[in-house]
């Protein structure tokens, strides 16, 4: 990439800045934002080009802590680990707990550690994959920072996003965060094995998420049961 692109899109990572803005400098954030957001689309659209041109299938994976994303990494990775070469990018606040739990099902990980940032942008994933030769692989998956709000703001340029959520986060969970369900391709509705104890309202929720997008497909899942995660692979073209 040429140095002057590199160093506009690095701009990228200055956007914790804008948190802190006063009145004063209102404006100005509100126009460094958007130029943050034209960068990370560009260098999106960059990765999706490369993806493409390597054959290489590649998904973003966004929810909040806990809603079992790592877990379904697990199975769809012991499942395909044996014949495809899996890339799994674990983007985490800190540690390697993730990228330890899906090493053990013959995937390559990568750990980013975002610090204080509350989601995975583009440049990030660049950062990653400028030095890796794309020919050793033919899925990437990007397990995203856990949160329902922040991922909506940067696409990671990958083919699909699957938005996955858990019944213990209670039916309002997906008509509150529109936005992530409105950018998404899958929701996976995980953790149904509960359903009886909790007695959630599982038809609320793949309603409100049809409702808010209609070309979602929806899914229900249990990780721990091992429960539609072949369903979850068509759905996912894999
Ligand atoms: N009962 C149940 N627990 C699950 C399921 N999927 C994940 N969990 C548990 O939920 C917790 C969080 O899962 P994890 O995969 O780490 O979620 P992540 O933060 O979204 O990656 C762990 O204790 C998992 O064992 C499921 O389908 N059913
Ligand atoms: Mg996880």
Known sequence: MPEREEKGFSRIKELESINLATDEIRDQVIQTKKEVEKD????????????????????????????????????????????????????????????????????????????????????????????KDLNDYDIVFIENVGNLICPSEFILGTDKRMVIVSITEGEWV???????FKMSDIAVINKIDLLERLGTNLDKMINDAKKINPNIDVITTSAKKGQNIDKLMELMGL
């Open 40 to 131: 990370n689309k560009k260098l999106a659209e960059q990765l999706n080009r490369k993806f493409k041109s390597h054959k290489i299938k590649s998904y973003d994976i966004v929810g909040a802590i806990g809603a079992g994303k790592t877990a379904i990494l697990e199975r769809i990775t012991e499942k395909l680990g044996l014949n495809y070469r899996i890339l799994v990018i674990c983007g985490d606040i800190t540690t390697r707990v993730d990228a330890n739990r899906i090493e053990k099902h013959n995937a390559e990980t990568i750990q980013i550690n975002t610090g204080r940032e509350c989601a995975l942008n583009a440049y990030h994933i660049h950062q990653i994959i400028k030095n």
């Open 174 to 180: 997906i008509e509150k965060h529109p936005m992530l």
